[in-house]
């Protein structure tokens, strides 16, 4: 009926109207602030520098050694950030490598990048940064021993829950929860470089001098090598985050290149000169040692001021769960709009526009993480993962120049960078498979669990009606639960009521 025709045009603009105004309040900050406050302190910098250089250092095996695996892990994320940037305005879809990988490689590969995303890759980062906070928290609570394991995982598990009702209940509140806790990481990097500087400037730099720094703590080892770079990189994670909102961009041709060269490099010498300064307070022995080697440093260096350093980094990590947290849920829009998820996982909440089914999902497999709180095997497990699909993303790009050479590019950088990456890919997989076969064996069995589950569930398209009927009743029940709908991108009948509705 005419009734009926009206109420379900509404519907549809209703629901574009909540997919922009959700979408609009979470990019604010990607076009209303610089790009520099967006990558620099919000996304790069994270737990990874107060929780990396102890796995760094211990796989060395020498002081200069580790400065060298900061240094050239810098430089290879810059190169895969350059490379990014080029498929980036190539193939201008949010959802990053998932997106990538889907385009030139087909709908399988796409679908295994997201798979392990959202089963390895987000949940076990997030389970990292969280066991972190509840690590420099907990700290000053055991000054002579470690926190017990169980209160470090029901402490992980509580910051967890909390920031995920706050993302499901406001997405003002979680914007405002990142910008107040992001002023934690910053005023500890600054402490802890200020205090290096002075430590240099008083004479105290004995394990930086070349016949000391490169003297071994235990004998050298390539795959223990490859390993320190999974940890270095851990902490550099967040540098393709542009990649995921490209389409939300100002821009993009001359921000996203200019973002990466601003960002990268600056993070790259905070990171390598916080690790000189840890190295000028205690020795490799005591930072091999300390759990939280930042909270060492302040009780080495700020006496009665040391509860500081636990408490902004504490700050920090708990911004950081909270924007793993807000971020997660474009990959899985990006997912559901090309039919690779469900549809209930994009939907959100017709009133508060959080998207609750996502949100919840990730805070379950980020709990099932929990189970250990070993954070460098951990960090070992999603840092081979993640450069798994790196390389086979930056594979793309090339595979891209042979298949379509005369596509627009307006970024194009030489294929001289994407070789390099590949050639430090292939050693770092290969050794890193050798030294922790088990760890990468379960990572690469969860990736290959997809396939099966690709093959019935996408593949696999003519379905009985049995079977569509009951998914559909099932996600049927989960908007009345969660009380959400699918945000439309935009229909005929959303487009030309738009204004209107406004």
Not at 291 to 316: D, Y
Request: a neutral charge; proline letters at 5%; aromatic letters at 14%.
């Amino acid at each position: 009926t005419e009734e009926n025709r009206v109420q379900g045009k509404n519907t549809e603009t209703k629901n574009f109207i909540i997919y922009n105004l959700y979408t609009n309040v979470q990019s604010a900050s990607v076009n209303s602030s610089c790009l520099f406050f967006v990558i620099f302190p919000g996304n790069i910098i994270g737990s990874g520098i107060f929780v990396s250089p102890k796995g760094v250092l211990e796989n060395s095996s020498s002081v200069g050694l580790a400065l060298i695996v900061w240094t050239l892990t810098g430089v290879i994320t810059a190169i895969s950030a350059l490379c990014y940037a080029e498929l980036g305005v190539t193939i201008p879809k949010s959802g990053g490598d998932y997106s990538y990988v889907k385009d030139i490689f087909g709908g399988l590969a796409g679908f295994l990048r997201l798979w392990i995303a959202v089963l390895v890759i987000y949940p076990t980062n997030q389970a990292v940064i969280a066991l972190t906070f509840a690590n420099y928290a907990l700290q000053p609570l055991f000054p002579s021993c470690f926190p017990p394991e169980r209160a470090l995982g029901l402490l992980a598990a509580v910051c967890l829950l909390l920031l995920t009702w706050i993302n499901c209940f406001s997405v003002r509140w979680a914007t405002r929860v990142q910008d107040v806790f992001t002023t934690g990481k910053l005023l500890a990097l600054f402490l802890i470089i200020i205090m290096g500087i002075v430590q240099i400037c008083q004479g105290n730099f004995y394990w930086l001098e070349p016949e000391h720094a490169f003297h071994p703590l235990q004998p050298y080892d390539v795959g223990r090598i490859a390993l320190a770079f999974l940890q270095g990189s851990f902490a550099y994670a967040g540098w393709n985050f542009l990649n995921y909102v490209t389409e939300e961009l100002i821009d993009p041709y001359r921000n996203l290149p200019r973002a990466i060269f601003i960002s990268v490099p600056l993070v790259t010498f905070v990171y390598v000169f916080a690790n000189i300064a840890y190295i000028t307070a205690m020795s490799p022995q005591e930072l091999i040692a300390s759990n939280a080697v930042a909270v060492t440093f302040g009780e080495k260096l700020l006496g009665v001021m040391s509860w500081i350093m636990p408490i902004s980094v504490a700050l920090s990590t708990f911004g950081g769960v909270n924007g793993s947290l807000f971020t997660s849920s474009r990959l899985f829009f990006a997912g559901a709009r090309e039919g690779h998820l469900p549809r209930l996982l994009a939907m959100i909440h017709v009133n508060r526009c959080t998207p609750i089914p996502a949100l919840l999902f990730t805070c379950l497999s980020t709990l099932l993480m929990l189970c250990t709180s070993d954070i460098y095997t951990l960090i070992n497990y999603v840092g081979f993962i993640n450069y798994l699909f790196y390389g086979v993303t930056v594979a793309g790009q090339i595979v891209l120049r042979i298949k379509e050479p005369d596509i627009h590019r307006p970024i194009k950088v030489s294929l001289a960078w994407p070789v390099i990456f590949l050639i430090f890919w292939a050693f770092l997989l290969i050794f890193s498979l050798y030294s922790e076969p088990v760890v990468c064996c379960i990572g690469l069995a969860i990736m290959l669990s997809g396939v099966p589950v690709y093959l019935f569930g996408i593949y696999w398209e003519n379905k009985p009606e049995n079977f569509n009927s009951f998914v559909a009743k099932l996600t049927h029940l989960g908007q009345k639960l969660f009380m959400v709908v699918y945000p439309t991108e935009g229909s005929e009948d959303g487009n030309e009521d738009k204004d209107e509705a406004g």
